[in-house]
């Protein structure tokens, strides 16, 4: 079965950017079911939504972080990457990958859910 | 964009039914049946356990249901058991954004 994998280091320095990676192993990143997904959690806290990248690179970002993210898709690796630019402690927190599950049939698109997970790699930010 | 609104805590005994309430507005919850519900043990990944409102994805048991009315989603926990405890946070697609809400943690008495 499909499975999400995040790597990148887990300690980024203030002002600098935090790097991740996701590799989708057990099908293919161009599926035209899925949106492939970032989202974090603060420690002790609840789930925040990053954003999400389809195969063809489209993107759509949680407004509050759109100004410091980028989303970017390599299909030849099936991989997708999460960049986050000028991190602060605040950013400090667990980043999972996700598979966004959508149907779509001509011009309507079904958005039902995120039905894989990464198990989530925790970043800190510190000098 | 706010965060959805769920009770911090919901409590219940073995074999009990408890209701989780999720409550957004007229642009998400109201707006669309793009309402999921994830269920997240310690330490663990978030599970899929609801989407689209009421439809549960294989694997899933039949004890977890959803509904929505108006600008509130709930899932309902029947025949609650020891290994429903855990942290359960309801979603709801928005025009190209994602909303969670701020997370309820279920407990078995």
């Known amino acids: 079965q499909v499975q999400l994998q995040e790597s990148g280091p887990g300690l980024v320095k203030p002002s600098q950017t935090l790097s991740l990676t996701c590799t989708v192993s057990?099908?293919?990143?161009?599926?035209?079911?899925?949106?492939w997904s970032w989202i974090r959690q603060h420690p002790g806290k609840g789930l925040e939504w990053i954003g999400y990248?389809?195969?063809?690179?489209?993107?759509y970002y949680n407004p509050s972080l759109k100004s410091r993210v980028d989303i970017l898709v390599d299909t030849s690796k099936n991989q997708f990457s999460l960049k986050l630019n000028s991190v602060t402690a605040a950013d400090t927190a667990v980043y999972y990958c996700?598979?966004?599950?959508?149907?779509?049939?001509?011009?309507?698109?079904?958005?039902?859910?995120?039905?894989?997970w990464g198990q989530g790699t925790t970043v800190t930010v510190s000098s | 964009q706010s965060a959805l609104t769920q009770p911090a805590s919901v409590s219940g005994s073995p074999g009990q039914s408890i209701t989780i309430s999720c409550t957004g507005t007229?642009?998400?919850?109201?707006?669309?049946?793009?309402v999921s519900w994830y269920q997240q043990h310690p330490g663990k990944a978030p599970k899929l356990m609801i989407y689209?409102?009421?439809n549960r994805p294989s694997g899933v048991s039949t004890r977890f249901s959803g509904s929505k009315s108006g600008n509130t989603a709930s899932l309902t926990i029947s025949g609650l058991q020891a290994e429903d405890e855990a942290d359960y946070y309801c979603?709801?697609?928005?025009?190209?954004?994602?909303?969670f809400g701020g997370g309820t943690k279920v407990t078995v008495l």
């Open positions: 007229s642009s998400d919850v109201g707006g669309y049946n793009y």
């Open positions: 990248v389809y195969h063809s690179g489209s993107t």
């Open positions: 057990g099908g293919s990143i161009r599926s035209h079911s899925y949106y």
């Open positions: 979603s709801s697609y928005t025009y190209g954004s994602v909303l």
């Open positions: 996700a598979r966004f599950w959508v149907g779509i049939t001509g011009t309507k698109t079904y958005f039902y859910g995120m039905d894989v």
């Open positions: 689209e409102v009421s």
